[in-house]
């Protein structure tokens, strides 16, 4: 056998992984969709909302059917038709059946969902045992999907119709699709079909879930249909960049959970197909929330860190300035400085170092003075202080021994642009409510 037989077999793995790609590709772009527009448990609801359309299928392929045909559930194009007929039917029922709660009634949106499908949910596992006592039912196959089973192009069809259904739709109303997932009242005014674009929306997802139950099954569909989406945020503000990314997390972790599963077939280490794809999304969506560059846990530190030393280097050029270490006036050693803010000495040190290195502070004999570059900075800082003290006793009323505080925590993320509306606001004043001169 030669390596590119042990890593991978024509025969058997081509069309589980295509079926694998097809699925992550359709679930990862309609699932973008639904997350901006804060439904994504909604296809958690349809998923599971299926199966009494997947039994009744299935039983109705029974009756109509010949009965002694020895057939798997996904075997013919027959009784597939039946199941996703049914699994359209039980689908789109309950998605109207929730929205119908939502607008006719005073129940919101998240309670109609955890009250619709459990109840169809149920339904569905009652009907499934029935089905199974008549036919050739596996039902892992509908929990848990069934890729491994999955060896020719029959079998992969549905899916790839899907799939063109589904980029052919966000093709030719993108940017309906756009509009209404953020401002519904403008596409009204707009006169977009709204209803329309919904409809559409809802019958593509439970489309898409029911093609995927051969491939991951009810259970394992939703991973497929929030992890990328919630991965692609994490990346991306933009809309058209949260949809390619999705659909590219989707592609990547079929692929990526395909190819994991065969190297440990490889090894005699036995595992599905489904689960280990959802493993990688999921271990996709961490990465991202650990490094994505703007909205990871990595980054928001590193941020905070920063802000934290800037506010403390701040915080002590104007107790330096304060107590008088201008360039003109007399030094202010380390632990005057440190006193004042109330931090022991030490935790000022890094902060002196910095502030040395970039010219705002020069230590003496005597202590730490304020170099003309600190002194403009400090000054700035300063003067946002006292004009934000000013706006809020003249324009909110506040009291005047109350405003010291809460200036103190504003005065560090003041932009140039809010001082100058400040200024211009207050009438460019020369004393703070407290008498004391504004720089």
Known sequence: ????????????????????????MSCGLLGAVFLVRH????GDAVSHSVLPGIAGGLLLAGIVLDRNEEEHVFGTSATMLFILAGALVAGLASTMLIEALHRHSRIKPDTALGAVFPAFFAIGVILIRLAARDAHFDQDCVFYGSLEVIGEFSQVMPTLLCSILVILFFLGFYKEI??????????????????????????????????AFEAVGAILVIALLIIPAAT?????????RVLILSALFGLSAAFLGSWMTILLEAVNFETARAPTVAVVAGLQFLLALVFSPE??????????????????????????????????????TLEEAAA?????????????RRCRIRGELTVESEGILLTEEG???VGGIIRGHRLWESYMIREMGAASDHVHDAADHIEHHLQPALVKELEKLLGNPDLDPHGSEIP
């Open 39 to 42: 439904t994504a448990l909604l």
């Open 375 to 377: 002194s403009e900075k």
């Open 232 to 240: 692609a945020q994490l990346l991306s503000y933009r809309f058209n």
């Open 178 to 211: 756009l509009i209404t997932s953020f401002d519904r009242q403008l596409s009204g005014t707009l006169g977009l079909p709204v209803g329309l674009v919904n409809l559409l929306l809802t019958s593509l997802l439970v489309l898409a879930i029911v093609v």
């Open 295 to 332: 909205q990871g846990l990595l980054a928001q530190a590193l941020r905070k860190r920063a802000l934290e030393s800037r506010i403390l280097e701040e915080n002590l050029l104007g107790s330096v300035y304060r107590l008088g270490g201008t360039p003109r006036a007399e030094a202010v």
């Open 1 to 24: 056998m030669t390596a590119a037989e042990l890593w991978f077999d024509w025969d058997i793995d081509t069309w589980p992984l295509l079926m694998a790609l097809l699925v992550g």
């Open 340 to 352: 004042r803010l109330g931090y022991p000495p030490e935790k000022l040190a890094a902060a002196l």
